[in-house]
């Protein structure tokens, strides 16, 4: 394949950065600088959109975790998270590796005895889910009663 190398870019570190350093790195430098854009209404892009800029990405999901999870000696603890597909998932991914923790991911499509293998093998004792699929978790935390369900906020708290 012939073309222009994209590759290593004039001034940037390739592969000598983490996530929670870029973002951290963009908190500082680009506070205000939109991450994302969420529609006001889902069902008509007219009205607009809502504009979620690198210090709400940044700021309240690792203090939230920090505060509502259980203490542990245990490094890299591993969390497990389900829900729907929204911002959630890369905000809590970015507070727990800002936590040092592991989240893990498994599929809400698997069976319930394929997650609880999951969640032993990896060795999860929490599973966060919001409280949408609580039903569904509260399934599979039958499976695996070593494993506590705890309910994350909704996306919009974890953007104030």
């Not at 800002?98 to 809400?108: A, D, G, T, W």
């Not at 093998?121 to 889910?129: E, G, I, S």
Request: net charge neutral; glycine share 4%.
């Amino acid at each position: 394949m012939t073309g222009p190398n994209l590759f290593p870019c004039p001034g940037m570190t390739h592969g000598k950065r983490t996530l929670v350093f870029i973002v951290e790195n963009k908190t500082t430098h680009d506070l205000c600088k939109p991450w994302v854009s969420v529609p006001v209404n889902d069902q008509d892009l007219s009205e607009g959109f809502n504009y979620i800029n690198f210090g709400q990405f940044n700021n309240y999901a690792a203090q939230w975790l920090h505060k509502n999870l259980p203490q542990t000696d245990q490094p890299f603890q591993c969390l497990a998270y389900a829900g729907p597909k929204d911002l959630r998932y890369p905000i809590l991914a970015l507070a727990a590796a800002k936590l040092q923790k592991v989240l893990v991911l498994p599929s809400p499509l698997i069976t319930v005895d394929a997650q609880a293998r999951i969640l032993d093998a990896k060795n999860c004792a929490l599973y966060l889910r919001p409280s949408s699929i609580a039903t569904y978790v509260d399934s599979i935390i039958k499976e695996t009663p070593h494993v506590q369900a705890m309910s994350v906020p909704d996306t919009d708290e974890f953007m104030n």
